[in-house]
T-cell receptor, first 112, second 112 residues
Framework: GAGVSQSPSNKVTEKGKDVELRCDPISGHTALYWYRQSLGQGLEFLIYFQGNSAPDKSGLPSDRFSAERTGGSVSTLTIQRTQQEDSAVYLC??????????FGPGTRLTVT | QQQVKQSPQSLIVQKGGISIINCAYENTAFDYFPWYQQFPGKGPALLIAIRPDVSEKKEGRFTISFNKSAKQFSLHIMDSQPGDSATYFCASLNTGRRALTFGSGTRLQVQP
């Protein structure tokens, strides 16, 4: 079946602009996660959604970062007033009921 | 701070040899330990995972060895092939919290 999809695959933006990154989880998966992968920080957790519960936002690095999940499916990660240190690959993952998390291909964000 | 320490940073193995990557964790609340394989430009792919109630799990050429008392686990790739050349990440998860904590990654190169 179809895996996790993310769009766009690449995004170049100017410093100070807002960006939106999209994630479509595997159909039927109730949990959705956002991670960030950068050379300096490795792979780090950002936010987790589970069903209709309040999201775990403990990994968001600043209040410029926010995410929402509509209808228990698609999620959007928004970064406001982008900074150069936001340049990274943003990865989305989803899982069913267990611990196995399946990742999408990522969105490479470059802030110039 | 929850940490997962991974070694070596890079590894070169001859075709047919055994690749061994090690990880150590600190948080005894971790109860799920996956390994991910990542090719350039792709998202991490779940390779194999283990829970602390067993000391070893084997799937094909991939084996996880787990030492609960030492808080260490390792990935063994038997009969390594050039197609195994990728970056490998260990991770740990506290089922109650759901966020994966990743090691820093090991770049494996299998020479033909």
């Amino acid at each position: 079946g179809a895996g996790v999809s993310q769009s766009p695959s690449n995004k170049v933006t100017e410093k100070g602009k807002d960006v939106e990154l999209r994630c479509d989880p595997i159909s039927g998966h109730t949990a959705l996660y956002w991670y960030r992968q950068s050379l300096g920080q490795g792979l780090e957790f950002l936010i987790y959604f589970q069903g209709n519960s309040a999201p775990d936002k403990s990994g968001l690095p600043s209040d410029r970062f926010s995410a929402e999940r509509t209808g228990g499916s698609v999620s959007t990660l928004t970064i406001q007033r982008t900074q150069q240190e936001d340049s990274a690959v943003y990865l989305c993952a989803s899982s069913l009921a267990g611990d196995e998390q399946y990742f999408g291909p990522g969105t490479r964000l470059t802030v110039t | 701070q929850q940490q997962v320490k991974q070694s070596p940073q890079s590894l070169i193995v001859q075709k047919g040899g055994i690749s061994i990557i090690n990880c150590a964790y600190e948080n005894t609340a971790f109860d799920y330990f996956p390994w991910y394989q990542q090719f350039p430009g792709k998202g991490p792919a779940l390779l194999i995972a283990i829970r602390p109630d067993v000391s070893e799990k084997k799937e094909g050429r991939f084996t996880i060895s787990f030492n609960k008392s030492a808080k260490q686990f390792s990935l063994h790739i038997m009969d390594s092939q050039p197609g195994d050349s990728a970056t490998y990440f260990c991770a740990s998860l506290n089922t109650g919290r759901r966020a994966l904590t990743f090691g820093s990654g090991t770049r494996l190169q299998v020479q033909p």
